[in-house]
């Protein structure tokens, strides 16, 4: 596994942090304003999916690979909903480091 300090990509870096340290606050810092999601090919609403997948549920991301400059990850990600399960992650990055968009569904 990854340790969330070597990713190369710093928001991604941040996003990861933040998920496993279950920071809403630190998780909202790396989001851009209107930043949007999808898991599984469905849009989801991003804070209604973080509460739920997140949040509310103790996710974590254990990274087993990183790919792009750090913005594709293969993830083994569980919560307390759905247990582990390996993930594929893609995230978009504003010019000002902040995640615009990212992507999750099974890997």
Request: proline fraction near 4%; glycine fraction near 10%; avoid cysteine.
């Amino acid at each position: 596994m990854i340790d969330p300090d070597q990713l190369a990509d710093p928001a991604v870096r941040a996003f990861v942090t933040a998920v496993n340290a279950g920071d809403r606050d630190a998780f909202g810092a790396v989001l851009a304003p209107g930043a949007t999601m999808s898991d599984d090919g469905t849009e989801r609403d991003t804070a209604r999916w973080a509460d739920a997948e997140i949040f509310s549920s103790g996710g974590h991301m254990a990274v087993a690979s990183q790919s792009d400059d750090g913005r594709a990850l293969v993830v083994d990600y569980r919560n307390d909903t759905w247990g582990q399960m390996r993930t594929a992650w893609r995230f978009t990055v504003t010019p000002d480091g902040q995640i615009g968009r990212f992507e999750t569904g099974q890997a």
